[in-house]
């Protein structure tokens, strides 16, 4: 059995002014990357389901389409994964050696107030600013949903990392719309305000056949409205592939179903291990529906760490699992780090 520390990260009052971050969503074909191989990928350009309005660019519509109560409602997104007849692949294993994507530091500091958990926990977790709420509307069944996502460094500094299931709907399923990232949202508060994506990548292990051992998504943002970039605004984590099943993370994530409600951070550390003969990482973290898409963090130093996983799903027995990252991930996101 593995019995990680679960605790409560604190709920913190935004003491800063509010950033309205205006931004824009690009419109195109999906662009597929060269055929064949683990690390094939399709990237689309996002788009806006609300009428055209003049003067409005399709971000600034998807933008407005994100009301308070549209938020409030919006329903977790791991029901995606049954609804796409997910998966697990026929096995994976490491492919290299070990390496990393360095992280970056924030130009502005991340929030850093922990909270003692009850009991005898005498250890803080601060909340990271590379950390947020993810919203869309799923255009297969009319639906808003939530997921949780966080920052990656690239060359673009416009780059986060999500599941598959939180960018397109799997077999059989369409490409999320009105996608928007809310880094360190605060039971709705918006410290630093809203980043529209323009181009969501997956996997088309992920698209074709809902596998996954590739639920794993790259999104690219939009700058904000004044022209700061997402990763020089919060901070990026760095990214690593190749490493043991076994490595201590920190994972920082926003679970919405009961016993959370999804308006602040949680987190859970404990050392990951690798499933039966699965080709993931795992740990009892119990965290639940809107948890899809956080970030498992390996170093993690209360501003950043090292994206080590990606939340995929969770079983009835409180087992969170991760795909394994391998060189496939890296390739990857070496496809995407530059594109803005």
Request: with cysteine; net charge positive.
């Amino acid at each position: 059995m593995h019995f990680p520390d679960i605790r409560r990260v604190a709920t913190v009052t935004a003491s800063a002014a509010l950033v309205a971050a205006t931004v824009l969503v690009g419109t195109g074909p999906a662009q597929a990357a060269p055929a064949g191989g683990a690390s094939a990928t399709t990237v689309a350009a996002t788009t806006s389901t609300t009428a055209a309005r003049s003067g409005l660019t399709p971000a600034q519509q998807a933008g407005e389409y994100w009301t308070k109560e549209r938020m409030r409602t919006a329903i977790s997104a791991d029901v995606l994964v049954k609804k796409a007849g997910a998966k697990a692949g026929k096995g994976l294993k490491p492919t290299g050696a070990a390496r990393s994507v360095p992280p970056a530091a924030p130009t502005v500091t991340a929030a850093s107030v922990g909270s003692q958990a009850d009991g005898d926990i005498s250890a803080y977790v601060a909340a990271s600013a590379t950390v947020g709420k993810v919203f869309f509307y799923n255009p297969a069944d009319g639906k808003n949903y939530v997921c949780s996502a966080g920052a990656v460094n690239s060359t673009s500094k416009l780059l986060v990392m999500s599941a598959g299931h939180c960018v397109h709907g799997g077999r059989g399923g369409q490409w999320m719309q009105n996608w928007i990232f809310v880094p360190l949202y605060n039971y709705g508060a918006e410290p630093y305000g809203r980043w529209s994506a323009k181009y969501l990548t997956a996997f088309n292990a992920w698209i074709n056949d809902s596998n996954l051992d590739r639920d794993v998504s790259y999104i690219t943002v939009y700058p904000n409205a004044s022209g700061q970039r997402l990763v020089d605004r919060v901070g990026g984590n760095g990214l690593s592939v190749n490493y043991s099943y076994t490595e201590a993370v920190t994972i920082l994530a926003y679970p919405a179903a009961p016993p959370y409600d999804g308006g602040w951070q949680q987190y859970c550390q404990g050392t990951t291990y690798r499933p039966g003969s699965e080709n993931k990482i795992a740990l009892n973290c119990g965290f639940t529906g809107g948890s899809s898409g956080s970030v498992w963090l390996r170093l993690y130093n209360d501003v950043y760490g090292y994206v080590n996983g990606i939340m995929s799903t969770l079983n009835s027995a409180g087992v969170n699992k991760s795909s394994y990252f391998d060189t496939a991930v890296m390739d990857a996101y070496n496809s995407v780090a530059a594109r803005v």
